[in-house]
Nanobody, 119 residues
């Protein structure tokens, strides 16, 4: 089963920027749509951005215009550039195949990377 390793999180001030990365253990980006998800304390995990194998992107309304998802197929890596961050963006960020969260194998989730937006 493919594994995902997220990195790049940290503490950032409101209005700041951060880029998080997700490295896949296998070359799945050729044939799998990918997504970035996040889970804030006390909340359900949610999809924030997705990218298809054709490069088409889509975003949750709360991050549209601020976040950008991209990928490097050769490096087996998906990125999420986050700008104009606000405290509501504080969460653990995960990547996985792009599909309904309830259908994702729980064991396929990585450890995530913590993003904290605070002054």
């Amino acid at each position: 089963q493919v594994q995902f390793v997220e990195s790049g999180g940290g503490l950032v001030q409101p209005g700041g920027s951060l880029r998080v990365s997700c490295a896949a253990s296998e070359s799945i980006l050729w044939f799998s749509d990918m997504g970035w998800y996040r889970q804030a304390p006390g909340k359900q995990r949610e999809l924030v951005a997705g990218i298809t194998t054709r490069g088409t992107t889509n975003y949750a309304g709360s991050v549209k215009g601020r976040f950008t998802i991209s990928r490097d197929i050769a490096k087996k890596t998906v990125y999420l550039q986050m700008n104009s961050l606000n405290p509501e963006d504080t969460a653990v960020y995960y990547c996985n195949k792009l599909r309904p969260i309830a259908t994702i194998d729980p064991s396929s989730w990585g450890q995530g990377t913590q993003v904290t937006v605070s002054s």
